[in-house]
């Protein structure tokens, strides 16, 4: 029997608020429906540009100094300048979620090479980066009758993720062409999502989720050719607390196949339960108790301020509570 | 000595007039400079689009319909719907350039997977897809002088060319992560493009163009993991009435640095010279006989309407003339 998730029901697309979405971009704040860039951007034409997912729970940024880490070095890695230290950075999204007035957000923040200069593909000629972010309403994938069941994962051996030489998966970017193309394959065969192989045969990243089995009672994630997840290490931290071994290595396949639980970890989720994989059942094809126990904590400790960064704070105002 | 390279001359930076570019997207025509998309559409965030270039000389498209098959291959393999049929691409590009009054120009269209859905990653649930095109002065890349001196390239063997199962390059993309870090890697190292390697160690592409070697006499572009490219075809076809032999075959670094003569294709220059590769010259160091001959044959088949469209037949009116 399914240990019970205590996941929370309120942030679902149809209770999200939309009209309060905001965006900053080009020096404004705008509504997030009116928010635009120009067609030849570059990280339009050529997905030349970085970017990093935030949320907010109950008000407060999770993790915003580890998100800010992330961001500031795939900048550094991709000779993108956002315009902003890190300073600006937490003041500017701080600000951005204050003024939507919501508290459970997602935060996206982006810098792109900025508009392309006529008659040139040097990417050293693009001075004027650009960097912009969006504040939405938080929408949880994986509400808990989606969690009870679990996804269907399907490792698609035949797109491999791109090689970490062509596009290094540590500067977190917009190259998902093969995440799309096995999705396709995937849903082709009626699973929920794909698991992509790295070029040497290991488990590399799901479409945007790192990848996380347990083995023999101890929880693996691949340690290389991915980005390195937040959320992830969220989830190895509380196993740590919890007692639960937890590495980083090389994960094959057939490790996964046979694997006692399995789950997929994201900003979005936390972390999602994978029920069946290629087919057939993974443990008892319910979400196994390693797998409630890190949500449930996971949950109870964010509720109690867990590496939460007051919105107030971030923007360098006082709180007035 | 240097054969005579006969260029135009006056299509330069500084003689475009961009107040006449246009662009269409979302249903309107509009100045380029005032078009955006949506900071929200996945051909920014997940770079999930496609797109084609194709451009005019002297009011007229050159090889549209290969273009347009191009365009419409990629489109069904990514699984994306541009809302309008090979005649009507046909129409709405034509139509551009005649609003434009440009004559020389550039004609960038594009397929993105459109607006986020709030809450998924399913590109399957993306049903409203968003085509746009531009219209910009044609700037020919290499101008005389340059292309007399021609490009020095460097064999970055490091940063290997995104594998073809990871993202099909015969489906146009805007995955250019490798480019751009393989691009920064040459200028660190003095040159000015580099030409990549396929995971198999073989030539695939420099940025933005296909890679042709003169060995022993004949032209040799690789056949596999790169995008087919047009202008490359074109300067096959030129070869083959000039009786020089041409094939798409494998090409190693190695027979790239022993060759006659190597020259990079692509719509905005046609083909550009190179005279230096990995700091040593390429034959003499100058544009050899052939690529001159080709070069030149190029802008003569050209002037004499050679697989040019009209840019009045192709918006399907009547020319005036």
Not at 76 to 94: C, H, K, M, S, T
Not at 267 to 292: H, I, K, N, W
Request: glycine share 8%; charged share 20%; with cysteine.
């Amino acid at each position: 029997m399914a240990e019970a998730l205590d996941v929370p029901t309120h942030l679902t697309p149809e209770k999200a608020d939309f009209s309060k979405a905001l965006a900053w971009v080009d020096g404004e704040v705008v509504p997030l429906d009116q928010a635009r860039i120009p067609v030849r951007d570059l990280g339009l034409m050529y997905a030349d540009m970085t970017y990093d997912v935030v949320h907010t729970w109950r008000g407060g940024f999770f993790r915003l100094e580890e998100h800010l880490d992330r961001f500031l070095a795939s900048c550094a890695g991709l000779r993108l300048d956002p315009g902003l230290d890190r300073a600006g950075l937490r003041r500017r999204l701080g600000d951005l979620v204050l003024r939507s007035g919501l508290s459970d957000t997602l935060v996206y923040f982006a810098c792109t090479r900025g508009t392309a200069v006529p008659g040139t593909r040097d990417p050293a000629r693009h001075v004027a980066h650009r960097f912009f972010a969006t504040v939405t309403p938080l929408i949880l994938r994986g509400q808990p009758a989606e969690m009870r069941r679990g996804l269907h994962a399907m490792v698609v051996a035949d797109v491999p993720r791109i090689a970490a030489a062509s596009v290094n998966p540590h500067w977190k970017n917009s190259h998902w062409g093969d995440f799309q193309r096995a999705t396709f394959a995937a849903k082709d065969a009626g699973a929920d999502v794909p698991i992509l192989l790295a070029p040497d045969g290991s488990v590399a990243e799901a479409p945007g989720f790192n990848v996380v089995a347990l083995l023999d009672g101890a929880l693996v994630s691949p340690a290389d050719n991915v980005l390195p997840g937040i959320s992830c290490r969220t989830m190895f931290e509380i196993a740590a607390e919890l007692g639960i071994p937890a590495r980083y290595g090389r994960l094959m396949p057939e490790e996964l196949r046979r694997a006692e639980e399995v789950f997929l970890t994201a900003t979005s989720c936390g972390l999602f339960p994978v029920t069946r994989l290629d087919g057939a059942p993974v443990g008892a094809g319910v979400p196994g108790p390693v797998t409630a126990r890190l949500l449930n904590t996971y949950y109870a400790r964010k509720n109690a301020g867990w590496h939460i960064t007051p919105a107030a704070a971030a923007a360098g105002q006082e709180t007035t509570r």
